[in-house]
């Protein structure tokens, strides 16, 4: 939890507080690793891209998220980590 909130924002670790949180940690957690011990990774970067950046400032909307990390939000909306982290925040809020 510490080590998402200081990569993201508070909220953002308080995310890894439900169940649901883990999978969207491990995203990130996996895509750090792999890119620091293989130099690639599995996960997309824009993939992480949009979680990190949502993570950061989750009042953003899907319109200014996607303009921010460069997508459509009809991309956006196929991210199912991205998904699931804003469904899990908007319920905590």
């Known amino acids: 939890m510490q080590y998402i909130s200081e990569s993201t924002s ?20 996996r895509y750090r690793f792999e890119m620091k ?15 990190e950046t949502f993570l950061g400032d989750p009042s953003l909307t899907l319109g200014q998220l996607a303009k921010q990390v460069g997508t459509t939000e009809k991309q956006l909306g196929r991210n199912s980590t991205l998904t699931m982290a804003r469904k899990i925040l908007a319920t905590h809020s």
């Open 10 to 29: 508070e909220e953002g670790g308080n995310l890894v507080r439900d169940v649901g949180g883990w999978s969207v940690a491990s995203d990130l957690l």
């Open 37 to 51: 011990t293989k130099g690639k990774s599995c996960i997309r970067r824009l993939h992480v891209a949009a979680i």
